[in-house]
Nanobody, 120 residues
């Protein structure tokens, strides 16, 4: 099994910054995508950002230019630097990773979530 440990959430005023971290441990073979989803109350979970092992990143339109995803492959850790935060960014943030065991065996693992609250 793979465990994901998230940290860095909290309460911040609009315009402020937070940095989320997510470290993977356990039965790690070959990690493909790592990233972050978020879910606000009453809304569906949405992809925030994801990054490949080579560092290619994709972002939701709502966070482009404000959030930066990065990863440290040696530490099996993914980060999310969140700047210029808005009240609309308030949500529980979940990290995930997808392993590439074979071309068809690609399990996904999830963290337990960390709360980000942005006050106006």
């Amino acid at each position: 099994q793979v465990q994901l440990a998230e940290s860095g959430g909290g309460l911040v005023q609009a315009g402020g910054s937070l940095r989320l971290s997510c470290a993977a441990s356990g039965s790690i073979f070959s990690i493909d995508y790592m990233g972050w989803y978020r879910q606000a109350p009453g809304k569906q979970r949405e992809l925030v950002a994801q990054i490949t092992p080579a560092g290619t990143a994709n972002y939701a339109d709502s966070v482009k230019g404000r959030f930066t995803i990065s990863r440290d492959n040696a530490k099996n850790t993914v980060y999310l630097q969140m700047d210029s935060l808005k009240p609309g960014d308030t949500a529980a943030y979940y990290c995930y990773l997808q392993q590439s065991i074979t071309s068809v065996i690609r399990p996904t693992y999830w963290g337990q979530g960390t709360q980000v609250t942005v006050s106006s």
